[in-house]
């Protein structure tokens, strides 16, 4: 069976201050998404998806299966995402012709995504993912789900379970949200898509 292991953060704990705290990094990266990896390899003992691939896995699989392995992957994709925090922080190349394409502007887009990270409710992910010809679109998806689930290409996402952002702003995700646009590699992004 292959285990599957804790990623590596790209970068130190505290890199991201003050968007998201050292302690806050700790908990959800240390402690959240490890227990998730455990989680994972215990379920797949003995299991026909043992072999997988993590998107595999999260096609396939169900009940605690689909939800640890659901959380890896859009863990992995979050925190892989993320750099130092950067004032006027936008997006570049295609990505960002895309996104005045489909959402008029990059003001019009930020505001569409936040908006549904703050009214998703309970816990969940906020998306930005491409559809099969590029055009860029706006999910929520609730608790582990990814939109690959869906047929999209995941590309950017907001956390919005609040062990992201408690410690840090308590009650407040759309303060949360609204922060996070400094920390965003648009590298990464523009690699995704």
Known sequence: MKKFELMALPYSENVLEPVISKETIGFHHGKHLLAYVNNLNGLLENSPLAELSLEE????GEGGILNNAGQILNHEMYF???????????PIGKIAEAIVR???????????????????????????????????????????????QRGLKPLLTFDVWEHAYYLDYQNRRPD??????????????????
Do not use: C
């Open 57 to 60: 896995i999260v096609l396939k």
């Open 80 to 90: 892989a995402q993320f750099m130092a925090p950067k004032t006027d922080n936008k």
């Open 102 to 148: 489909d959402f008029g502007s990059f003001e019009a887009f930020k505001e569409e995504f936040q908006k549904k990270g703050a009214t998703l409710f309970g816990s969940g992910w906020v998306w930005l993912s491409a559809d099969n010809n590029g055009k860029l679109v706006i999910t929520q998806e609730t608790n582990a789900a990814n939109p690959i």
């Open 176 to 193: 949360h949200l609204a922060a996070l646009w400094q920390i965003i590699d648009w590298n990464v992004i523009e690699n995704r898509y």
